[in-house]
């Protein structure tokens, strides 16, 4: 068959397409959409939780790069390198401390390239707190009817006098810290925060005042 006979014949076999066959052309190939890129905590934090929570930030932060074309001053599409945010959703009661700094630091460290989402959603306590003040500033949001809570670290020694009192070392040592990054990711000085935390009882804050003391920025 010649190129210009066979030229034809396919003109000839697209003519009589039916649109079912576009349709399902269509369906078998959907629209590319865009990937989910969420991650987040829901219930204690605990070593598990934590552990999965720190696999799959990472995994979102070296896929973040991407590459979208843009208009220039010219009129001309151009390719540019983008990084994608991170989406973080957390509703806990709170839980294990060093578990929470673990992923802190793991925050701190990405949001240096790639924006972190935080979304408070229900209920974000104790050691949750940090977490959500930890996203880019500006883009950490909260439910309307999310309930915040703040107290101080919680211990439980038992055993040999010594061990306790060393114990017991450890624990202030652990609150100091959550102080001072609570402090530097918030409104709220370390002065503030130990007044709260003194007062011996659990801190209940709602969407609007997480916003005024800096825990949050934008209500939704």
Known sequence: MSFKNKLTEEKKNKSE????????????????RPELRVTGIYGDVTEDKCSELVYSLLSLESTAL??????????????IE?????????STF??????????????RRIRLNTDIKTHGIGKVMSAG???????????????KNCRIMLHGV?????????????????????????????ASETKMNQKYIKRLINKNKNI???ANEAVKLGIADIIF
């Open 17 to 32: 397409d039916s649109p079912d066959d576009d349709l399902m052309k269509l369906l078998s190939f959907p629209p590319e």
């Open 154 to 182: 919680v211990a439980g020694q038992q055993g040999h006098i010594l061990d306790m009192e060393n114990e017991f070392a450890e624990t202030k040592m652990t609150q100091k810290m959550y102080i001072e990054a609570l």
């Open 94 to 107: 709170g839980g294990q401390a060093s578990e929470m700094f673990s992923v802190y630091d793991l925050m």
């Open 204 to 206: 209940y804050i709602d």
């Open 129 to 143: 707190v940090l977490l959500l003040a930890a996203g880019t500033p500006g883009q950490r949001h909260i439910g």
């Open 82 to 90: 983008v990084r994608e945010p991170i989406e973080f959703y957390i």
């Open 66 to 79: 991407r590459t979208v074309s843009k208009e220039n001053d010219e009129g001309e599409l151009v390719d």
